[in-house]
């Protein structure tokens, strides 16, 4: 089966399963800013893909760069030693993702069994939407407005810098995937990222998960979350390190599920499988 149609067929049983699919996080890098460091040796990564799979997750997504702001960019060369073994490792056991901005990191990971290429750059390079087309893969498509590298803190980004984030973002989002669609990127396999914590303020982050359901309803596509650990959270409690959020990463990834996400990308498998299941069962709470 073709890349796209892995990717489709794991999405449908997630959704028959929990509503949802769970996307599992491993960092394969010694600066990302929830767990940078943790899996940097290949017996640490691939332990992290079996908690990973054992907990629940659907998919893995893997990357060798760091996107935190700030973060300088990591040769390919170097990004392609951290993950590419640990590809290999985990496409015998789950469908993978490869969180890569570089067009040769992308190719080498799908010729080793990825069937998903995750871009954090709202497709500021047109040669990895070629990739992407060309193995048929499915192509995560992250709303962002520049290169982390420039980003200059953990969501600080101007409030007048939207006129309404949610229109915004949409609009912006679509020009991306228009120009991605054109270089033959298959429809069945894109998937619309709002971006949370990118060139976003705490608010601007806030009010995008708080308007899942347009985002879901205007982008065409099944729509990702990816909440988990970061900064925004703090808006809920200001003093908590990104290893203390885990209840508003799990509150995000629910309120998410419940109005229309159809991926979620997280560090807390189990916690956010938990919750899901158990309201699931209650008919989320209107029963």
Partial sequence: MERVGVFVSVLQ?????????????????????????????????????????????????????STRPGASPVPPEEQLARVLPVVRYASKLTTVSVDTTHPLVAEACLDAGACIVNDVSCGSDDALADVVARHRAAYILMHARGLQEKMRGFSAYPEAGYADVVVDVLREWRAAAERALARGVDPAGLVMDPGLGFAKSARQSADLLANVRKLSDEAGVPVLVGASRKSFLKLWDETAEPGERLGASVAAAVLAARTGAQLLRVHDVRATRQAIDLLRSMRWGDA
């Fill in 13 to 65: 049983r997630a959704a028959s399963r929990r509503g949802v699919l769970l996307m599992g996080v491993c960092n394969v890098t010694p600066d990302s800013f929830s767990d940078g460091g943790r899996y940097l040796s290949l017996d640490e990564a691939r332990a992290r893909v079996d908690e990973l799979v054992k907990e629940g997750a659907d998919a893995v997504d893997i990357g060798g760069e």
